[in-house]
Antibody, heavy 129, light 108 residues
Framework: QLQLHESGPGLVKPSETLSLTCTVS??????????WGWIRQPPGKGLEWIGN???????YYTPSLKSRVIISVDTSKNQFSLKLSSVTAADTAVYYC?????????????????????WGQGTQVTVSS | EIVLTQSPGILSLSPGERATLSCRAS???????LVWYQHKPGQAPRLLIY???SRATGIPDRFSGSGSGTDFTLTISRLEPEDFALYYC?????????FGQGTKLEIK
């Protein structure tokens, strides 16, 4: 059974870099049928897609965060990671990792669009001094 | 990007009743490429419906999805106690994928 588990510091200071890791078990992160993605939910708000990565290292980011986000993959550990730089209180959220279905190819965006399944349970990250 | 608006924000019903949740898109969603998730506090969101109307593996048949174009509906035919949760829609008809803001289904 595929499971994903997020880990990382729960408290980050403003202007610093948020770093999270997602450990995948029950499937290989090199499975070419899927992306691996990060989604977040700020308090009282809806879900926001952050970005996805393919096992080859190709990445896709939401435009609003693109300048601050790096997603990377470590196939030897079956993990992928999120780094978000220059954080502010607005980055306080529950962060989820998930597998992405890569359902159909958007030739304009050079990106496979799809849904997320399954998800990890999420990890709370608070930005505060 | 496609904006999804879910309504109502909160739905108060009793077990055994029928729940109807709405998801409206700011533009037509290609091929009804829309999913629904169920989310309980402290748990991972769970995929319920994909392709607007296909149930995901293991999802009870009291959950059904319908709709096309800009209007989509999730129906729970007879609410069980475990169905009270948050529900989100997400479109994958265009990049980037976007989510609705959620409907909270609470016990009346």
């Amino acid at each position: 059974q595929l499971q994903l588990h997020e880990s990382g510091p729960g408290l980050v200071k403003p202007s610093e870099t948020l770093s999270l890791t997602c450990t995948v078990s029950g499937d290989s992160i090199t499975n070419s049928n899927y992306y691996w993605g990060w989604i977040r939910q700020p308090p009282g708000k809806g879900l926001e897609w952050i970005g996805n990565i393919f096992y080859s290292g190709s990445t896709y980011y939401t435009p609003s965060l693109k300048s601050r986000v790096i997603i990377s993959v470590d196939t030897s550990k079956n993990q992928f990671s999120l780094k978000l730089s220059s954080v502010t209180a607005a980055d306080t959220a529950v962060y989820y990792c998930a597998r992405h279905s890569r359902f159909w190819y958007d030739a304009i965006a050079y990106y496979y669009v799809g849904w997320f399944d399954p998800w990890g349970q999420g990890t709370q990250v608070t930005v505060s001094s | 990007e496609i904006v999804l608006t879910q309504s109502p924000g909160i739905l108060s019903l009793s077990p055994g009743e029928r729940a109807t949740l709405s998801c409206r898109a700011s533009q037509s969603v290609r091929s009804s490429y829309l999913v629904w998730y169920q989310h309980k506090p402290g748990q991972a969101p769970r995929l319920l419906i994909y392709g607007a109307s296909s149930r995901a593996t293991g999802i009870p048949d009291r959950f059904s999805g319908s709709g096309s174009g800009t209007d989509f509906t999730l129906t729970i035919s007879r609410l069980e106690p475990e169905d009270f949760a948050l529900y989100y829609c997400q479109q994958y008809g265009a990049s980037p994928e976007t989510f609705g803001q959620g409907t909270k289904l609470e016990i009346k």
